[in-house]
């Protein structure tokens, strides 16, 4: 028992989000008095080494790895990865009644009727929602998630190489609410839907969470490198230039006289991203909607899309104003997700002008970093019963 206090307060976990754009890290530290940030950074990701989710080249990333746990003094080596993409199939589907052991023979079989993807060259994992009993004539309720295979090997490839050691692969929309419900440091009130918008690079994730409980999840292929895309047609710049403006000059905008006090360059980005995020809204709107028209009952309170709020996360959230946009537009309150000043994790020993600006894209590693966490909790609950 002597030992266990000592064992607690250097506990800590790595959470990796390799992206298409940025690797961002986060080292989370597990003691008596709950969680607390220890290390967060992120580094840009080597061009072309991420695509589609997967990580195409593992000695790149690595070596980038390897950079930023120099560069943060970062002293353990655990990491949980996180994937994500459109590849990615996260499903609850009716199954007919069996034991846990007959569904990890069948699972396979009953996958291939949901992915897009040879069986073979995916990872498939489940888990039991509703077992009714077998006499009742119902169906089990299942969540399947499948990845393609190179998606996860990619990641377990990469952080070996940069010498630390894969834990746990997840999902990302996963890692996200894990990381929202640890943030907030309580249990979300009943009946409180919350939608997670993921805007990053390549892609944008919405999440629906329903009582603390995933509901469902998509990809968009809207974000950040899209708006790129139509700034440099727009403006006639190169990538690198149109970036740039994205990410220091640019403002979305609710109306012309706002657009008129931006400088000419950014009227004219702002411009041209404008059909995009309406794009991006109609989606969101058609996922809120498709859960809606699931719900039996609608929620008390929960408003027109059927969703309490819609918080943003994700190097895109960024973007100045763009909650204000996707409010107006909505019509529910959008406001960018806090990790680290809502109580639930503490963040005193790290550089606070870097969290300010940098919290939306360490959502996903901090609730990572958060499942090692609570594995090692496990672990060691597990040993003091024995
Ligand atoms: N201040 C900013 N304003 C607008 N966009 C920004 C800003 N900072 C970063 N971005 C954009 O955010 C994106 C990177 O965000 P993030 O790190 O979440 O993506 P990623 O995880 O690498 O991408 P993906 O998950 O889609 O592969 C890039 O498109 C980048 O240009
Ligand atoms: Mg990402």
Do not use: C
């Amino acid at each position: 028992m002597g030992l266990l206090p000592k064992l607690a307060a250097t506990n800590t976990s790595i959470g990796l989000d390799i992206g298409s754009s940025a690797i961002k890290l986060v080292q989370l530290q597990g003691g008596k008095n709950g969680v607390s940030l220890y290390k967060a950074g992120s580094a840009p990701t080597p061009s072309d080494a991420v695509k589609g989710g997967v990580i195409v080249d593992p000695l790149a990333v690595a070596k980038t790895i390897g950079s930023l746990l120099e560069a943060l003094q970062v002293d353990g080596t655990m990491v949980s990865a996180g994937i994500a993409g459109p590849t990615l199939v996260v499903r609850e589907v009716p199954l007919p009644v069996m034991s846990d052991r007959q569904l990890r023979k069948s699972i396979q079989w009953e996958a291939r009727n949901y992915i897009s993807f040879p069986v073979e060259d995916s990872v498939v994992e489940f888990q039991v929602l509703d077992r009714p009993a077998a006499s009742s004539g119902g169906q089990m309720r299942v969540m399947l998630v499948a990845a393609p295979r190179d998606m996860v090997d990619s990641q377990v490839e990469a952080i070996e190489l940069a010498g630390l050691e894969p834990v746990a692969v997840e999902i990302q929309p996963f890692a996200s609410l894990r990381g929202i419900l640890a943030a907030n440091g309580h249990a979300q009130d009943e009946g409180d839907t919350t939608a997670v918008l993921g805007i990053g690079a390549a892609y944008t994730d919405i999440t629906i969470m329903k009582d603390g409980e995933f509901i469902l999840t998509r990809t968009i292929p809207i974000a950040g490198d899209a708006f790129a895309e139509a700034i440099k047609s727009a403006l006639d710049v190169d990538t690198a230039e149109a970036n740039q403006l994205k990410e220091t000059a640019m403002q979305v905008v609710s109306s012309e006289e706002e657009r008129a006090a931006l400088d000419p360059a950014a009227q004219q980005a702002s411009r041209a991203i404008e059909p995009l995020l309406d794009e991006l809204i109609r989606e969101v709107r058609r996922s809120l909607a498709y859960h809606d028209y699931q719900q039996q009952s609608p929620d008390a309170g929960a408003g027109d899309l059927g969703v309490n709020r819609i918080l943003l996360s994700g190097g895109s959230a960024k973007l100045p104003r763009i909650a204000e946009y996707f409010q107006a537009q909505l019509g529910v309150p959008v406001e960018l997700v806090s990790v680290f000043d809502t109580g639930g994790i503490r963040a005193s020993g790290v550089n606070q002008d870097y969290l300010k600006s940098h919290a939306p894209i360490l959502l996903v590693g901090t609730g990572l970093a958060l499942r090692g966490l609570l594995r090692k909790q496990r672990r060691r609950g597990g040993e003091e019963q024995q």
